[in-house]
């Protein structure tokens, strides 16, 4: 009998809690000691606990942009970059590479493998979003690049720390390439301190099993997630199931780029075919292979009929055909800063060949897109600020229930930054913040209102970049139901308001300019003529039809 045998199901349930508690209270130690808006409000991070070959084993409740893929980045790291071998105790490595296991150039990773008693029985790592990491736009989110060597400072996979002693010289480099150097390091050294929780809690998780059985135990959860997988895939039907939307453009032309899924369920396993997804694109919009992956994850986890713990064993019965050089699997150097937006569509894509599978399972389409809104400022001092929000939208209805208005949802779990927070570390002013009335979609179920936010410039000048999307391609409505309304973008300059598109690259602002976002609200579920008498009275009463 194994180690882990000797635990039985309920010891092996008490252990698994105790690695996902662990990653929870690294997620806190991020929270509580991170200096930027964008992780400390916004909480743009991941945390998660990684067995000694490098597989996701637990994770904090957080983005699952990023848990669908830290364990990729990190098995391409150890693959191709540094092997686990050259790994010592009181090491962390870091990479932000999105072609050496990243996925854009503002997530820095940071993994930190746990020893007990010179044996490696784990890793720990962290996923954050940073300020700014150099590049054409603040925030290195330049909507009009064209290569990904204009898109900021790329790190490929080094230590950081070697051995437990900081290397000055790569953080000399890192904080001469970008604008806040202070909130760079700030940021990095939460994440440096939620690695040594995390790695503190494993060996107290090792002293109290022992180390054997914890190397064991985290083979049985993967293994159990996987049973657990292929039972949810076995009950649903076999079939072939299509559908396909389009995102807006790339910021470079106008071209709509095709977003399309084949999800072929064969038995207990899942091909999910993106042969048939668009080229790559001159502009950011792109994905690799690893942020491609996460949305196909989430898709799959999200339609599932019953709890599953979720870890790298859930996806062993799936399997992803995506040819490079396509939009899903951009071959290098292509751009990808705003790679999340082929993340939203392609979720909402795969959950509408899903709904063909599972009807009544799946909601119509979310938001289905990162509202990426970046501003520099210049105060009369010449000082340099930097903001980056990420707005969110409406929720699709559902086959019983309404879509949730503003709701952060699918492929992202952001907060909001508050007013008072930018207006006291900024020389900006939010002047409006709300629902916006009429933009969810029509149906027996309505879909869920995006949001409309306002910024005001109360500096001589500013710079201002967004990547959006949905400002031509709505999110769709189900067995019926209408789609949600479309995304705008305004400035507005001495009371005139002029429309902008979905991607903005380093406008020029000034003093009073007030730029105005209104997201897409969610897709509609079942026809509008089934909407009950009091719902439609309610939506009245709350202001909701606009």
């Given at each position: 009998m194994s180690k882990a045998d000797e635990l039985g199901p309920v010891g092996l349930e008490i252990l698994r809690n105790a690695l996902t508690a662990a990653a929870a209270e690294m997620d806190v130690t991020v929270w509580r000691t991170s200096r930027s808006t964008v992780v400390r409000e916004l909480l743009d991070y991941s945390t998660a606990i990684f067995d000694c070959h490098g597989y996701n084993v637990a994770q904090s409740a957080r983005i699952p942009q990023h848990l669908n893929s830290m364990s990729t980045g990190l098995l391409t790291v150890v693959r191709d970059f540094l092997p686990l071998e050259?790994?010592?105790?009181?090491?962390?490595?870091?990479?932000?590479?999105?072609?050496?296991?990243?996925?854009?150039?503002?997530?820095i990773l940071a993994f930190r493998p746990v020893f007990v008693e010179g044996r490696r029985v784990a890793i720990v790592g962290t996923l954050c979003h940073h300020l700014d990491m150099g590049g054409m736009a603040a925030g290195s989110y330049a909507a009009t690049a064209t290569e990904v060597f204009q898109e900021g400072l790329r790190i490929p996979p080094l230590k950081l720390v070697r051995r437990g002693r900081l290397n000055d010289d790569l953080l000399a480099m890192m904080r001469q390439n970008v604008r806040r150097p202070d909130m760079l390091w700030g940021d990095l050294q939460a994440q440096l301190a939620s690695l040594s929780v995390g790695e503190a809690n494993l060996q107290r998780i090792?002293?109290?099993?022992?180390?054997?059985?914890?190397?064991?135990?985290?083979?049985?959860?993967?293994?159990g997630s996987e049973r657990a997988m292929r039972a949810m895939i076995g009950r649903i039907p076999d079939g072939r199931y299509e559908f396909e939307d389009f995102l807006d453009d790339d910021g470079i032309t106008e071209a709509p780029i095709r977003i399309h899924a084949a999800v072929e369920v064969r038995g207990e396993e899942i091909v999910v075919d993106l042969s048939g997804c668009g080229p790559q694109v001159l502009g950011p919009v792109n994905a690799t292979l690893a942020s491609s992956g996460s949305a196909v994850s989430f898709a799959i986890m999200a339609i599932a009929d019953t709890e599953i713990a979720p870890n790298a064993g859930c996806y062993r019965p799936v399997r992803v055909i995506a040819p490079e050089g396509t939009v899903v699997n951009a071959r290098h150097p292509a751009p990808v800063a705003n790679r999340i937006a082929v993340g939203h569509r392609l979720a909402t894509?795969?959950?509408?060949?899903?709904?063909?599978?599972?009807p009544g399972r799946v909601p119509a389409a979310y938001y289905g897109v990162s509202y990426v809104c970046s501003f520099q400022t210049v105060a009369e001092t010449g000082e340099r600020g930097v903001l980056v929000e990420i707005e969110v939208g409406g929720s699709g209805a559902h086959a019983d229930m309404?879509?949730?208005?503003?709701?952060?949802?699918?492929?992202?779990?952001?907060?909001?930054?508050p007013a008072e927070m930018i207006e006291s570390e900024l020389p900006l002013s939010i002047t409006a913040y709300g629902l916006l009335p009429g933009s969810g979609g029509a149906g027996r179920h309505r879909g869920?209102?995006?949001?409309?936010?306002?910024?005001?410039?109360?500096?001589?000048?500013?710079?201002?970049?967004?990547?959006?999307?949905?400002?031509r391609f709505r999110p769709y409505g189900l067995e019926g139901g209408e789609p949600g309304r479309?995304?705008?973008?305004?400035?507005?300059?001495?009371g005139e308001r002029r429309a902008l598109g979905s991607k903005v690259n380093n406008l020029r602002l000034l003093r009073g300019d007030i730029i105005r976002l209104e997201t897409s609200g969610g897709g509609g579920y079942g026809p509008a003529s089934e909407r009950p008498d009091a719902a439609q009275a309610t939506d009245r009463v709350l202001g909701y039809t606009g």
């Open positions: 050259r790994w010592e105790e009181g090491d962390v490595v870091i990479t932000n590479d999105p072609y050496c296991g990243g996925q854009h150039i503002p997530d090792a002293a109290r099993f022992g180390a054997e059985t914890l190397v064991e135990a985290c083979a049985r959860i993967l293994d894509t795969l959950l509408g060949a899903l709904h063909k599978a599972v309404d879509g949730l208005n503003g709701y952060t949802y699918g492929m992202h779990n952001n907060s909001n930054i869920g209102l995006g949001l409309f936010r306002e910024w005001r410039v109360d500096c001589p000048e500013a710079v201002f970049t967004a990547n959006g999307e949905r400002f479309e995304g705008r973008l305004w400035l507005i300059r001495d």
